[in-house]
């Protein structure tokens, strides 16, 4: 009996989410994968443990759970391998570490994730590394900043809580031509809506505990390499001692599953209340790269295949009294960190530690992860947040 994996490649990306990674028929019929615990695997003979011939070797190294994801991430990436890690954090943390070593230099977007920033001004910078931050508009001007000693390029697309957006071929294709490798945070995008390998990326990062798992209910990352750069990732992740948990792995095979529906649901909702916000007169603007107004809208059109649940939009004046009464007059969205679950989600932006790309002027940032509640009730929560901002003057 033939499977819907002996054919996968051949079919489009919502199909491939069901079915990629795992084979029914491989293990007694079972539609999902087995959970495996382990630590110890015992080998059969000696010789063979001498050898290391053996499918496992040990927990840490992997087990059919987390092969299972990995293998439909590389499905879905385009890639020759992947590695798990427990959070998104350490997916950012782990390639930087395998591909940079004292004296190196590293080329770092300045609109990069927060806890990105901090990683590479702490320990990288206490290993010797030289990091350097960009403009998200230098464009091809990235070529002038690159040094005999630039190791890695790291990108994020779109930029973190601003969403500037980059031609990301272009940025790939100078990393490449100056002996770096390139990097991306795709977490905002998913594969399902960009596959950096695509367009010359080395290795696509994600935290899985975002879309993939959707339910704010697990902490997991992934980093999903090309050929020429997997070993050293994977060697990297094995000197370092650390993999993913199981059970985490199948709630991230099981929320695959189901992916492409919520991010549809996540990008309708979001979209109506980002045109809805652009008329608001309580907003100055709205950080949404798949608005036509949004200055990087046409790059985002021509590399990405679809929106996320995620954007920001920047209250028309005040300052921290205004953005406090805004959220705490929220009923629905929730004040927490994190995105990409069922609900819904806002927070203050803080952009203080940036270079180039500078927080708004206009007023305070405001992040919204839209998630799947009714949008007429997300819509009357937010205009009760704009309420409390005119009722204190």
């Known amino acids: ?153 790291f990108l994020e697309a779109p930029g973190s809580n601003t969403f500037e957006m980059i031609d990301i071929r272009v940025m790939a294709d100078i990393a490449r031509a100056g002996n770096a490798v390139s990097m991306i945070d795709n977490t905002w995008a998913t594969p399902l809506f960009l596959r950096p390998l695509d367009f010359g990326v080395d290795l696509s990062i994600h935290a899985l505990t975002k879309y993939p798992g959707g339910h704010s209910d697990i902490m997991l990352g992934s980093v999903s390499a090309t050929a020429a750069t997997y070993t050293r990732l994977r060697e990297a992740q094995m000197q370092i001692g650390i993999n993913a948990a199981p059970d985490d792995a199948y709630l991230a095979i099981r929320g695959l599953k189901t992916m492409e529906v919520r991010l549809r649901a996540h990008e309708r909702a979001a979209l109506r209340l980002a045109h809805w916000l652009e008329g608001h007169s309580g907003v100055a603007r709205v950080l949404h790269p798949a608005l036509p107004s949004f200055p990087g809208h046409g790059l985002w059109k021509r590399q990405f295949k679809g929106a996320s649940g995620l954007f920001s939009f920047v209250l028309d004046g005040g300052g921290n009294r205004e953005a406090d009464a805004f959220l705490d007059a929220l009923r629905i969205f929730g004040l927490g960190y994190s995105w990409g679950g069922f609900e819904s989600l806002a927070l203050q932006v803080d952009l203080s530690d940036r270079l180039f790309a500078k927080a708004p002027t206009e007023g305070p940032v405001i992040r919204l992860q839209v998630g799947l509640e009714n949008v007429d009730d997300l819509q009357e929560d937010l205009e009760a947040g704009f309420a409390a901002i005119s009722a204190i003057g």
């Open 1 to 153: 009996m033939s499977s819907p994996t002996d054919n996968k490649h051949q079919f489009r990306a919502s199909t491939r989410l069901i079915h990629a990674g795992y084979d029914p028929h491989e293990y007694h019929g079972f539609v999902n994968p087995p959970v495996v615990h382990a630590s110890t695997v015992l080998f059969p003979d000696a010789a063979t443990m001498r050898r290391r011939d053996h499918s496992y070797l040990y927990g840490l190294r992997g087990t059919p759970t987390t092969d299972a994801l990995e293998a439909a991430l590389d499905d879905l990436e385009g890639s020759a391998g992947t590695i798990l890690v427990p959070s998104g954090l350490a997916a950012i943390s782990i390639p930087l570490l395998a591909f940079l070593s004292h004296g190196d230099h590293c080329l770092v977007i300045d609109s990069v994730y927060g806890p990105t920033r901090h990683f590479c001004d702490t320990l990288l910078t206490r290993m010797g590394v030289e990091v350097e931050y960009f403009d998200p508009a230098i464009g091809a001007g990235l070529k002038d900043l690159m040094r005999d000693t630039t190791r890695v390029v």
